[in-house]
Nanobody
Framework: QVQLVESGGGLVQAGGSLRLSCAAS????????QGWYRQAPGEQRELVAF???????NYADSVKGRFTISRDNAKNTVYLQMRSLKPEDTAVYYC???????????????WGQGTQVTVSS
C-alpha cells in the first residue's frame, strides 16, 4: 500500500519557521514530480512549491524568498522549509508525489493526508 506521510506542522508565531516533511512508502519504482499545496478555510487548494525530478523548482509568488522545497531521493522524501511565516500562511498543507509503482506503466499522483500550519499574529 502506497502512503505519503506528512509531518512537521503546528502552531508558530509570525516570523517563525517550520519544516514540513513528506515521506513516500510502498512498492515505488520511481518518483517524478513532487510538490506542496495548501488550502485555507473557504479557499481552493493552491500550489505552494513544486520540484521536478530533473531539478526544476517553482514557487508561488506569495512564498518566494521565504519557503524552500527540497528532495531526498534516497529517502523518498520531500521537504518544505518555511521561514518568516505570516498569518496568511495559515492553512492545511498537502504534499503530492507522482509515483511509478511496481507493475504499473504510468505515473500516478498521490497525496498526503494534510498537516495543519497555524501562524499567530
Amino acid at each position: 500500500q502506497v502512503q505519503l506521510v506528512e509531518s512537521g506542522g503546528g502552531l508558530v508565531q509570525a516570523g517563525g519557521s517550520l519544516r514540513l516533511s513528506c515521506a513516500a512508502s510502498g512498492s515505488i519504482l520511481s518518483i517524478n514530480d513532487q510538490g506542496w499545496y495548501r488550502q485555507a478555510p473557504g479557499e481552493q487548494r493552491e500550489l505552494v512549491a513544486f520540484a521536478t525530478a530533473t531539478g526544476n523548482i517553482n514557487y508561488a509568488d506569495s512564498v518566494k524568498g521565504r519557503f524552500t522545497i527540497s528532495r531526498d531521493n534516497a529517502k523518498n522524501t520531500v521537504y518544505l522549509q518555511m521561514r518568516s511565516l505570516k498569518p496568511e500562511d495559515t492553512a492545511v498543507y498537502y504534499c503530492s508525489a507522482d509515483l511509478l509503482l511496481v507493475g504499473s506503466r504510468f505515473y500516478v499522483r498521490y497525496w498526503g493526508q494534510g498537516t495543519q500550519v497555524t501562524v499567530s499574529s
